[in-house]
């Protein structure tokens, strides 16, 4: 069975940095598309970034300049560093791996992030 573990999740001061990681297991790692979404409550679940199997970055406008994605695929691992958080960057985290043929799609337990003062 497919496993996204995600951690470095946490509370921080606005202003400041997190860095998320995502270890996927049972997986082609490398094949997949990885991706960040987030989930503030009462609220959809959000594209926060997204990174192809050879390193293409696409980034949510409201991270862009500030986030950064990345990948090891030999550590089956997706980063997320997050600089200069801000108070709406407060929700879930969510790690991703989507594949889209054969069409596959596979969500982490979620890692919560709280930027307050």
């Known amino acids: 069975q497919v496993q996204l573990v995600e951690s470095g999740g946490g509370s921080v001061q606005p202003g400041g940095s997190l860095r998320l990681s995502c270890k996927g297991s049972?997986?082609?790692?490398?094949?997949?598309?990885m991706g960040w979404y987030r989930q503030a409550p009462g609220r959809q679940r959000d594209l926060v970034a997204t990174?192809?199997?050879?390193?293409?970055?696409n980034y949510g406008d409201s991270v862009k300049g500030r986030f950064t994605i990345s990948r090891d695929n030999a550590q089956s691992t997706v980063y997320l560093q997050m600089n200069s958080l801000k108070s709406e960057d407060t929700a879930v985290y969510y790690c991703?791996?989507?594949?889209?043929?054969?069409?596959?799609?596979?969500w982490g337990q979620g890692t919560q992030v709280t930027v307050s003062s």
């Open positions: 991703n791996a989507r594949l889209n043929f054969p069409k596959s799609d596979y």
């Open positions: 049972r997986i082609t790692f490398g094949a997949y598309i």
């Open positions: 990174i192809t199997h050879d390193g293409r970055a």
